[in-house]
């Protein structure tokens, strides 16, 4: 007797992308230190089949402040994201850097506020 099988069930499911230990690392130290000011409040992680995200809020009730997220070098998007960069910085809407390293893009977030004058 023949039976009718669904192909997605015995296809692999693609890995989930996650940060590496060391990428992590730097993440968690640059969150420490802005708590430690008062800056930020809570953070989330989010691991999916194209994309980690690093989710970043001053309050735990909002919007994330800043989302740092890697993306996937394999697929049709690839291309793209060998041109531009793996790593991006969002805040809100908005992409406020991409690059190949988590340093260069945690490097928008070091930076120390100063006043100007009028």
Not at 13 to 35: C, D, I
Not at 103 to 111: G, H, Y
């Amino acid at each position: 007797m023949t039976a009718v099988v669904q192909i997605h069930d015995y296809r692999c499911k693609a890995p989930y992308l996650s940060f590496t230990r060391q990428e992590l690392t730097s993440l968690l130290n640059l969150y420490s230190s802005r708590v430690m000011h008062g800056d930020w409040r809570d953070y989330a992680i989010n691991h999916g089949p194209s994309m980690a995200s690093f989710f970043i809020f001053q309050h735990s009730n909002e919007s994330p402040l800043f989302v740092i997220s890697k993306l996937e070098t394999r697929g049709k998007d690839r291309m793209a994201a060998a041109r531009q960069g793996r790593f991006v910085l969002f805040s809100r809407q908005t992409k406020l850097k991409q690059a190949h390293t988590l340093d260069d893009v945690l490097k928008v977030l070091n930076r120390t506020l100063r006043l100007v004058p009028n």
